[in-house]
């Protein structure tokens, strides 16, 4: 099963609705699959995603020797209708065309794109990823789409998924729980997430240039918040704590590097606050970019609802950076009090802005905080995929 390359004779369809031609990161998942892509150890790996920014429907586009990426579509993210659901269409839409493909195994991250696969007449066997317990249209940020007829729908497709997958993997215990609880025999894995290494790491020249273009002192500590920009994952909450910051004559700056509905709001809460001074709203940032940012900052907080192994917290925590988070998911399981980071319970003003001054006084060792996660290197998890496949393929 192993070729002259040493790669494995196998042909892995992933099907995620992003687009990796210009690495625009939609969400955790997509953030997830491009720092284990190069470390796939596949004759071949294709891609079916969607297209942004006037990407070329059903062109082939070489990412890597042995990977290409297939949009289906070209979506625009600002929309009336949930991008779940237009994502949905097309790949049942283009269903047939994606199976005649004739890949060994599809790959799957999302319950709206593993539905269409799950039955399909080649048989081909689905991996389904699960990202967290919750259920996607529980905070949808359309209203709509957190109404009780979308929530049972996707119940629905959750249920489908857990009957037909070939193999589940759950990203934290509490999902794996859950999984186990509806497929008592079936194939289940609990594989957190990986980070790339290589890539994440900290760099003290990327750090001091990023200060450098931002224009930050010696003394000026830079908090970073990435992500959606939306209400349930409690940016408002970081700007309402730059009173309490300035009562302690800290030098400071506020850096959002992300898009999102609630970020017109926020934009118009600094004006009316007059916080523009100590506030960057940084936009989409390039997903290469990503690592001179978090180098930069001195911490990074996340105060979610909800989570399920957050992207953005191993690769600021890979970079060295330490982390202020909400007691969620499979946060604990990542951020330990004292040595990395602030797992808070309680998510007020009050307790946020302690924890940010409490890292901000100590003296960070950004090297021992990225050993911390070395454990979650991409290199490990395609050890534990690569065992999936395997034994999927020698059923």
Partial sequence: MIDKNGKMNVKLGIINPSDFTNKVVSGGSSGFLINILPYLNLQRTVIYGIGLNKTIPWKTYHLDKNIDFIPICNLKDSSK?????????????????????????????????????LKNSMNIPVIYQKHGSANPMAYSKFRYGRTILFRLFFEYILNLIYKKAEWIIAIDSLTHKKIL????????????????TKKFFPNNDLRLNARKRFSLKENDHAILFVGRIEKTKGPKLLLDCIPLLKKRDCSFHLFFAGIGSYQPYLKNYVLKKNYSRNVTFLGHVAYEDLVSIYNMSDVLV?????????????????????????????????????????????????????????????????????????????????KSFDNIVLNILNK
């Fill in 181 to 196: 609880q509806k497929r008592k025999n079936k194939r289940t894995s609990l594989i957190m997430n990986a980070i790339d």
């Fill in 81 to 117: 209708i949930p991008m779940r659901l237009k994502v949905l269409i097309y790949f049942i839409f283009y269903r047939k065309r994606i199976l005649n493909s004739k890949m060994d195994v599809l790959y799957i991250q999302m319950p709206e794109c593993c539905m269409p696969f």
């Fill in 302 to 382: 996340l105060p979610s609802e909800t989570e399920g192994v957050p992207m953005v917290i191993l690769e600021s925590l890979s970079c060295g950076t330490p982390v202020i988070s909400s007691n969620v998911g499979s946060i604990p399981d990542l951020v330990f009090n004292g040595i990395n980071g602030i797992v808070l319970e309680d998510l007020s003003t009050k307790k946020i802005s302690a924890a940010i001054l409490n890292i901000l006084m100590k003296k960070v060792k950004r090297t021992k905080i990225a050993f911390t996660v070395q454990k979650h290197s991409a290199k490990n998890f395609i």
